[in-house]
């Protein structure tokens, strides 16, 4: 029986972490979904994200750990930077603040390796978070695996594996301050 290497995936929605469940399973890992994302708001919200990684997860047979829901330590970390645009400084905080945190569970689980589903959103700036999660990585000894899922139609194949299992689909990113612009540019994940 071949051992593969786990790798810590952090799952910021059952949406954009189907595909990359798969993708890194076909390159020889074995994912362990984390899903810590304090920045959902309000909680019911929350909550629906949670059931939908977990109905994703059983699906494919994958294990899930949920971490402790955190807002406090979300509102905590912008303060000041609230009213920022998305792609601004306040969305640079909250990528930091859930990969750091995913990474300590990493060193906590001895997990060498980290990556994230959030980078398969065309919305997200791939280079940016990949600096994060490497500067995050050196800081803890670990490894970031930059690997861009939204490549070679990515972002498609991950709507079709949501789509199969009827998982929930979000309007917004996901902060308090990204529901304002709710349907207006918020097409997808
Ligand atoms: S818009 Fe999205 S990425 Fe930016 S702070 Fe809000 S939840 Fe985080």
Redesign the pocket.
């Known amino acids: 029986m071949t051992v593969k290497n786990k790798i810590l995936l952090h799952a910021c929605c059952g949406i954009c972490s189907s595909y990359p469940i798969f993708q890194l399973r076909e390159m020889g890992y074995e994912p362990i979904v984390y899903f810590y994302n304090p920045?959902i708001y309000p909680i019911e919200e929350y909550n629906k994200r949670v059931e939908a990684e977990k109905t994703l997860c059983n699906s494919n047979n994958c294990e899930l750990v949920i971490a402790k829901y955190e807002p406090d330590v979300y509102f905590e970390k912008?303060k000041g930077f609230e009213q920022e645009p998305?792609h601004g400084k306040?969305?640079d905080i909250?990528?930091e603040i859930r990969l750091r945190k995913s990474a300590q569970y990493a060193l906590k689980s001895g997990i060498d390796t980290f990556t994230t589903s959030i980078v398969i959103s065309p919305h997200k700036n791939f280079k940016l978070i990949s600096e994060i999660g490497f500067k995050i990585a050196n800081d803890y000894g670990l490894k970031y695996l930059a690997i861009d899922f939204k490549k070679k139609d990515g972002f498609l194949k991950t709507n079709k594996i949501a789509n199969s299992l009827k998982l929930y689909r979000q309007n917004y990113?996901?902060?308090k301050?990204?529901v304002r612009k709710e349907e207006k540019e918020w097409n997808a994940v």
């Open positions: 920045n912008v998305e306040r969305c909250c990528f990113c996901g902060c301050f990204s």
